[in-house]
């Protein structure tokens, strides 16, 4: 099974800065590679799929880079409401098993 | 719209089992995966398994294989999630999610979370 590390686990930033965060899977998965955001008491939301693509609706200051093992989610200027859990999970497995990381929490 | 409505907050003993039902309103049940997460309090994202309401097709994480049973019922755009010889810690919110059509594995469309208490 693919594990996926993220880190860090918190992340403390204040609003206007710029928020870097980091998934590592222990092989390969290509590209397929999502970023989902949660906020307190709400659902997953989806934000970028196959590593860079950003979901319609998502706003443009999100956005993922990365292949293979290494991945990046960068939020370019942190708004209020952008506060939240971030999870990456892999699909390379696809039809076989799906994973999440552990998340990193993205504090003011 | 979407909605993925999903059954009620239930407690069990160590040992029994449980049966967590979604259905599903506003697309074709049969077009799109359904996919089962789970979160323990405070815990992260726990991906249990997969559906294919159109063949009945499973698949399961290892660490639930053999516990764990993704049903459908067709006729009333429902799927079920059952969990056997439950333990304290699979305490967690059990959430169904709808499968993104064309990026397999991917969700977009939660359900809205039941949680299930285990506790003697």
């Known amino acids: 099974e693919i594990v996926l590390t993220q880190s860090p686990a918190t992340l403390s930033l204040s609003p206007g800065e710029r928020a870097t965060l980091s998934c590592r899977a222990s092989?390969?998965?290509?590209?397929?590679l999502a970023w989902y955001q949660q906020r307190p008491g709400q659902a997953p939301r989806l934000l970028i799929y196959?590593?860079?693509n950003r979901v319609t609706g998502v706003p443009a200051r999100f956005s993922g880079s990365g292949s293979g093992t290494d991945f990046t989610l960068t939020i370019s200027s942190l708004e209020p409401e952008d506060f939240a859990v971030y999870y990456c999970?892999?699909?390379?497995?696809?039809?076989?098993?799906?994973?999440f990381g552990g998340g990193t929490k993205v504090e003011i | 719209q979407v909605q993925l409505v999903q059954s009620g907050a239930e407690v069990k003993k160590p040992g029994a089992s449980v049966k967590v039902s979604c259905k599903v309103s506003?697309?074709?049940?049969?077009?799109?995966?359904l996919h089962w997460v789970r979160q323990a309090p405070g815990q992260g994202l726990e991906w249990m398994g997969w559906?294919?309401?159109?063949?009945?097709?499973?698949s399961y994480a290892q660490s639930f294989e053999g516990r764990v049973t993704l049903t459908r019922d067709t006729s009333i755009n429902t799927a079920y999630m059952e969990l056997t010889s439950l333990r304290s810690d699979d305490t967690a919110v059990y959430s169904c999610?709808?499968?993104?059509?064309?990026?397999?594995?991917?969700?977009?469309?939660w359900g809205q979370g039941s949680l299930v208490t285990v506790s003697s």
């Open positions: 559906i294919n309401p159109n063949s009945g097709a499973t």
């Open positions: 999610a709808r499968g993104v059509a064309v990026i397999m594995g991917v969700v977009d469309y």
């Open positions: 092989q390969s998965v290509n590209s397929f």
């Open positions: 999970q892999q699909r390379s497995s696809w039809p076989r098993a799906v994973t």
């Open positions: 506003g697309y074709t049940f049969i077009d799109f995966y």
């Open positions: 196959d590593a860079s």
